[in-house]
């Protein structure tokens, strides 16, 4: 399993972090892979990695999941020296999801699909339900 220690103000992202180290495969530690954090006012992420150091500086937590998934990717496919920056071009993105006519989620379900989507950088979850109740009048 991949050790990671993250460095800076992370109180913010204690129970993301939680969270995703069950299915992005990776525990916190002092002594795994330094990873320093920033949050910041831009809109968007900007992940860097060199000499087994990599940092994160991200706007909101769905860009801080895409950038952490962006880090983890590159470690385990050996790739030490690259940078990137993504900008966010619309506030809201993401999926709605049906839920009529026996399309029930069941509870687990729901967050494991939260959490991808935050991985990819989605901001926004919806249910729809239409059709499925009358209303009086």
């Known amino acids: 399993m991949l050790k990671l ?16 180290q069950k299915s992005m495969s990776f525990s916190i530690s002092t002594e795994g892979t330094r990873i320093s954090v920033k949050k910041d006012q ?8 060199a000499d087994g150091k990599y940092s994160i500086t991200y706007g909101t937590i769905p860009e801080f999941c895409r950038a952490l998934a962006i880090i983890i990717h590159k470690i385990k496919n050996n790739e030490m020296g690259f940078s990137l920056k993504e900008k966010r071009k619309i506030e809201r ?25 935050a991985c990819m950088g989605m901001n926004t979850f919806m249910l729809d339900m239409d059709d499925v109740y009358k209303i009086d009048g």
């Open 93 to 117: 993105s993401g999926i709605m999801a049906d839920v009529s006519r026996n399309a029930v989620l069941k509870v687990e379900t729901t967050k494991d699909i939260i959490q991808r989507i």
């Open 42 to 49: 831009i809109k968007g992420l900007e992940v860097s990695g």
């Open 5 to 20: 220690n993250f460095t800076g103000n992370i109180e913010n992202l204690n129970d993301c972090l939680f969270e995703l």
